[in-house]
Nanobody, 114 residues
Framework: QVQLVESGGGLVRAGGSLTLSCEPSRNIYSFDHMGWYRQAPGNQREVVATLTASGLPVYADAIKGRYTISRNNAKNTMHLQISSLKPEDTAVYFC????????WGQGTQVTVSS
């Protein structure tokens, strides 16, 4: 069973930035792909950004420019940097990884105040 542990969420003022982290319980190279999703109140879960097995980032059209997905191979972690935060970025952010099946973290809350 794979576990994904997210961290880094919190309450941030608009215009600020933060970095979310995801630490999987198995080697990051073993996944076919990994990514970040978010779910705002009343909305469905949506993809934010993904990383292919080779580390190529793919971003959702709606969020290009302020989000950066990356991984730290030495620390076996994946990250999501969000800059110029807006109230509409408020959501629970989930780490996702795929190896034979989808795995999800518990989510980390990001709240942006205006």
């Amino acid at each position: 069973q794979v576990q994904l542990v997210e961290s880094g969420g919190g309450l941030v003022r608009a215009g600020g930035s933060l970095t979310l982290s995801c630490e999987p319980s198995r080697n990051i190279y073993s996944f076919d792909h990994m990514g970040w999703y978010r779910q705002a109140p009343g909305n469905q879960r949506e993809v934010v950004a993904t990383l292919t097995a080779s580390g190529l980032p793919v971003y959702a059209d709606a969020i290009k420019g302020r989000y950066t997905i990356s991984r730290n191979n030495a620390k076996n972690t994946m990250h999501l940097q969000i800059s110029s935060l807006k109230p509409e970025d408020t959501a629970v952010y989930f780490c996702n990884a795929y190896y034979k099946m989808d795995y999800w973290g518990q989510g980390t809350q990001v709240t942006v105040s205006s």
